[in-house]
Nanobody, 120 residues
Framework: QVQLVESGGGLVQPGGSLRLSCAAS????????MGWFRQAPGQQRELVAG??????NYADSVKGRFTISRDNAKNTVYLQMNSLKPEDTAVYYC???????????????WGQGTQVTVSP
């Protein structure tokens, strides 16, 4: 019913930048919130950044370096990542909390993930 498609991952040197995008499509009535998570090998998935009604929150490890933004008209969320470090290497996943009808019930959807590798 709802698909999230991420793009923008890749290989970058330490100190470099990448911009991730996540576009939501399908039978969407409204999107309550969107966010980015990441999972490194052998680690649990962790929240990187979230955005809801214009309010944002960030993991302490990325504050001041990453910026989350959203284009409501395009149902798209972005993650601008600057000053990247090797420890930012992970698979990055987009998540959306979506209402499919005006009834207000919400559902959680995940993207397929995009690899970000920070290495010299």
């Amino acid at each position: 019913q709802v698909q999230l498609v991420e793009s923008g991952g890749g290989l970058v040197q330490p100190g470099g930048s990448l911009r991730l995008s996540c576009a939501a499509s399908g039978s969407i009535f409204s999107i309550n919130e969107m966010g980015w998570f990441r999972q490194a090998p052998g680690q649990q998935r962790e929240l990187v950044a979230g955005i809801r009604s214009g309010n944002t929150n960030y993991a302490d490890s990325v504050k001041g370096r990453f910026t989350i933004s959203r284009d409501n008209a395009k149902n798209t969320v972005y993650l601008q990542m600057n000053s990247l470090k090797p420890e930012d290497t992970a698979v990055y996943y987009c998540k959306a909390i979506v209402s499919l009808t005006a009834a207000g019930y919400t559902y959680q959807y995940w993207g397929q993930g995009t690899q970000v590798t920070v290495s010299p």
